[in-house]
């Protein structure tokens, strides 16, 4: 399926998703996905991000047929981002995820707007029938974002992941539009 590329969501006055372009990519984006705090229970931690490798990650997303990857942005101000991706036109399945990067803007209530918005996009408007998330046990405030966003409990990979040093169950969600 062809993507419209130039995606704008206006979900409040202040809270707008835009598609990611590489002119978005600035010092401070670099710094959230180097910044342990707010990378500490996503794969992102191990890895050392530059700008220039956050420059090719966006664009390789933005020419991708099977992911979206959007900017959440406060009054034009970029605050974190949400990816609706990789997207299975087969089964008409997606992955959500997605960050606040900017830790003044956290428990305000930004993030379950941003993913309930994403959902309603993806299953209203690219028709898909099925969006997963996962989360590592310890991650309550996404557990609270993905649960209040309709998304279920369907597994738990037990023990399946690291967090300094000590082993945590892995939670599987997965959100099933109501037909
Ligand atoms: C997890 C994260 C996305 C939550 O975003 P947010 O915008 O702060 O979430 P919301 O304000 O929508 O909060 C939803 C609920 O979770 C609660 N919450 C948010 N962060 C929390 C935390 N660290 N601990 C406990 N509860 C938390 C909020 O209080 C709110 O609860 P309520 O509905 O009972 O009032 C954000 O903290 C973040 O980006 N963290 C780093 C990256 C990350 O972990 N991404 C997700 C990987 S699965």
């Known amino acids: 399926m062809k993507m419209n590329r130039d995606i704008k969501i206006d979900i409040d006055n202040n809270i707008q998703l835009r598609t990611l372009k590489k002119n978005n990519v600035t010092e401070k984006y670099v710094a959230w996905l ?12 191990y890895f050392k991000h530059s700008f220039s490798s956050v420059c090719d990650f966006v664009e390789q997303k933005y020419d991708s047929e099977n992911d979206l990857l959007f900017g959440i942005f406060s009054n034009y101000t970029h605050i974190g981002n949400i990816k609706l991706g990789p997207i299975s036109w087969e089964h008409r ?22 993913v ?12 898909l029938e099925k969006i997963n998330a996962g989360y590592y046990e310890l991650n309550i405030g996404s557990e609270k ?35």
């Open 34 to 45: 180097n910044d342990y705090e707010i990378m500490k229970y996503t794969e992102q931690k």
């Open 116 to 127: 309930d918005s994403i959902v309603k996009y993806g299953t209203k408007v690219l028709l």
């Open 145 to 179: 974002v993905l649960k209040k966003c309709g998304f279920c409990i369907e597994g738990v990979r037990v023990s399946d992941v690291v967090f300094e040093d000590k082993r945590f169950n892995l939670i599987l969600v997965g959100f099933v539009p109501k037909l």
């Open 93 to 114: 399945s997606a992955e959500v995820s997605y960050f606040i990067g900017d830790k003044y803007y956290w428990g305000r209530g930004i993030a379950t707007k941003c």
